[in-house]
Nanobody
Framework: QVQLVESGGGLVQAGGSLRLSCAASGRTHEINVMGWYCQAPGKKRELVASKSRGGRTKYADSVKGRFTISRDNAKNTVYLQMNSLKPEDTGVYYC??????????WGQGTQVTVSS
């Protein structure tokens, strides 16, 4: 089992920045991928960014150049630095991890609201 605790959401004006953090505990040695999904109101949950243990990163096209994912493997923590935020970035952001065996674990979600 892997447990995830997220922090860093909130309300920000358009053009502002937020930094999300997600700390993993438990069987952290089994974690391969760490990342973030966003579920906007009325929409399905979608990938925002992910990073593998080996450093491979993925970003949604809508956030490229504005968001940066990073991880500290020693602290089992993944971060999402969000700059130049737009109202369409509003949603619940979920941390997730995928193990080497394909198991997925999800955080409880943190609300990000960007006002225009």
């Amino acid at each position: 089992q892997v447990q995830l605790v997220e922090s860093g959401g909130g309300l920000v004006q358009a053009g502002g920045s937020l930094r999300l953090s997600c700390a993993a505990s438990g069987r952290t040695h089994e974690i391969n991928v760490m990342g973030w999904y966003c579920q906007a109101p009325g929409k399905k949950r979608e990938l925002v960014a992910s990073k593998s243990r080996g450093g491979r990163t993925k970003y949604a096209d809508s956030v490229k150049g504005r968001f940066t994912i990073s991880r500290d493997n020693a602290k089992n923590t993944v971060y999402l630095q969000m700059n130049s935020l737009k109202p369409e970035d509003t949603g619940v952001y979920y941390c997730y991890v995928e193990t080497f065996w394909g198991l997925e674990y999800w955080g409880q979600g943190t609300q990000v609201t960007v006002s225009s």
